[in-house]
C-alpha cells in the first residue's frame, strides 16, 4: 500500500447485503458534501460488515471522524455506518518544533528587486494562464467507465487544487475513448492536467491527460447541407472572425478562422 494514502479509518455497515458496496462508499467518502471526506482508498471484502479507507490527508480523516453520523440514502434504504480508528492506529505523532524565530536581516533594496521580480513573474504566469485552453483531453479512457465514475474522478483531482470549488463540465467523446473536461479559467485546466498523474485511480486505469489544443481550423463534413457561402455567414454571425472556407479532397470543408479563440 502506498504511504500516500496512510490515514485509515475503519468502517462498520450496519447492513452488507447491498449491491455495489465499495463503489458506494468509494463515492461517498470521496466527496467533502455528502461524507465530509476527500481523496481516499477504500479496502472492501464482498460480504464483509467492516471496510477499512485510507485518506491522502490527515484533515479528510479528522473531518470525516468529526461527522455526527455517516448514511447512504439509497433507492428503498438507508445504509448506516459508524467510523472509527482501526484497533492498531497510533496517535498521530506530535507536531515539529516551530522553526526558530530568529530572522537574517536582508537589505532593503534587496528586498524590493525580489518583490518586483516575484510581482514580474506572477504577472507573466497570469497571463499565460489566461491564453492558455480551458480545456483537458483525458485519453485511453475504458469504455465501461460510468459518467458518474469520472465526474467523481475530476472532482478527486481538484480537491487537491489552489481552487478546490472550480467548477467544471464533463463531455464523453464515444468511439475515440476521450472525455474534454471543461473549466472555467485556462489556470483551472492547467492545473488539473499538473495534478493528474498524482492521482491513483488516474495512474491504476493507465489514463491519459493533455491540454485541449487551440485550433484555427474546423473540418464540416456534412457537405450535402451547406455550402461554401452558407458556412462563412453561419460563423461569422456566430462572432467568428471567418478567413476562408476551402472544400478539400477529402469531401470535407475546411473553416479557418482569424485567431484560435
Same mark, same amino acid.
Given at each position: 500500500?502506498?504511504?500516500?494514502?496512510?490515514?485509515?479509518?475503519?468502517?462498520?455497515?450496519?447492513?452488507?447485503?447491498?449491491?455495489?458496496?465499495?463503489?458506494?462508499?468509494?463515492?461517498?467518502?470521496?466527496?467533502?458534501?455528502?461524507?465530509?471526506?476527500?481523496?481516499?482508498?477504500?479496502?472492501?471484502?464482498?460480504?464483509?460488515?467492516?471496510?477499512?479507507?485510507?485518506?491522502?490527508?490527515?484533515?479528510?480523516?479528522?473531518?470525516?471522524?468529526?461527522?455526527?453520523?455517516?448514511?447512504?440514502?439509497?433507492?428503498?434504504?438507508?445504509?448506516?455506518?459508524?467510523?472509527?480508528?482501526?484497533?492498531?492506529?497510533?496517535?498521530?505523532?506530535?507536531?515539529?518544533?516551530?522553526?526558530?524565530?530568529?530572522?537574517?536581516?536582508?537589505?532593503?533594496?534587496?528586498?524590493?528587486?525580489? *518583490?518586483?521580480?516575484?510581482?514580474?513573474?506572477?504577472?507573466?504566469?497570469?497571463?499565460?494562464?489566461?491564453?492558455?485552453?480551458?480545456?483537458?483531453?483525458?485519453?485511453?479512457?475504458?469504455?465501461?467507465?460510468?459518467?458518474?465514475?469520472?465526474?467523481?474522478?475530476?472532482?478527486?483531482?481538484?480537491?487537491?487544487?489552489?481552487?478546490?470549488?472550480?467548477?467544471?463540465?464533463?463531455?464523453?467523446?464515444?468511439?475515440?475513448? *476521450?472525455?474534454?473536461?471543461?473549466?472555467?479559467?485556462?489556470?483551472?485546466?492547467?492545473?488539473?492536467?499538473?495534478?493528474?498523474?498524482?492521482?491513483?485511480?488516474?495512474?491504476?486505469?493507465?489514463? *491519459?491527460?493533455?491540454?485541449?489544443?487551440?485550433?484555427?481550423?474546423?473540418?464540416?463534413?456534412?457537405?450535402?447541407?451547406?455550402?461554401?457561402?452558407?458556412?462563412?455567414?453561419?460563423?461569422?454571425?456566430?462572432?467568428?472572425?471567418?478567413?476562408?472556407?476551402?472544400?478539400?479532397?477529402?469531401?470535407?470543408?475546411?473553416?479557418?478562422?482569424?485567431?484560435?479563440?
Amino acid at each position: 500500500m502506498s504511504d500516500v494514502y496512510s490515514y485509515p479509518l475503519l468502517v462498520e455497515l450496519e447492513e452488507n447485503d447491498f449491491p455495489k458496496i465499495k463503489m458506494k462508499l468509494l463515492k461517498y467518502f470521496n466527496s467533502k458534501k455528502s461524507g465530509g471526506g476527500g481523496d481516499c482508498e477504500v479496502d472492501y471484502q464482498s460480504g464483509s460488515r467492516t471496510a477499512v479507507l485510507r485518506f491522502r490527508t490527515e484533515q479528510d480523516q479528522k473531518n470525516v471522524l468529526g461527522k455526527e453520523s455517516h448514511q447512504i440514502q439509497l433507492d428503498k434504504a438507508v445504509l448506516k455506518m459508524t467510523v472509527r480508528f482501526p484497533p492498531d492506529e497510533k496517535t498521530a505523532p506530535a507536531a515539529a518544533a516551530a522553526p526558530s524565530s530568529q530572522k537574517q536581516e536582508v537589505p532593503s533594496d534587496n528586498v524590493t528587486k525580489t *518583490s518586483e521580480v516575484q510581482a514580474e513573474a506572477k504577472g507573466r504566469d497570469d497571463v499565460a494562464a489566461e491564453e492558455a485552453s480551458t480545456s483537458a483531453v483525458l485519453g485511453k479512457v475504458p469504455e465501461d467507465m460510468s459518467q458518474e465514475v469520472l465526474e467523481m474522478l475530476v472532482e478527486n483531482i481538484i480537491k487537491g487544487m489552489k481552487s478546490p470549488s472550480a467548477s467544471f463540465t464533463l463531455e464523453i467523446i464515444h468511439g475515440i475513448s *476521450s472525455v474534454v473536461v471543461t473549466f472555467e479559467t485556462g489556470k483551472e485546466s492547467a492545473d488539473f492536467v499538473a495534478r493528474c498523474p498524482q492521482n491513483r485511480m488516474f495512474t491504476n486505469k493507465g489514463l *491519459s491527460v493533455r491540454p485541449l489544443e487551440l485550433t484555427k481550423q474546423v473540418a464540416i463534413e456534412d457537405t450535402k447541407k451547406f455550402d461554401k457561402d452558407f458556412l462563412h455567414l453561419y460563423f461569422e454571425n456566430a462572432g467568428e472572425g471567418v478567413e476562408s472556407v476551402l472544400f478539400n479532397e477529402g469531401e470535407q470543408f475546411i473553416v479557418t478562422f482569424k485567431d484560435s479563440q
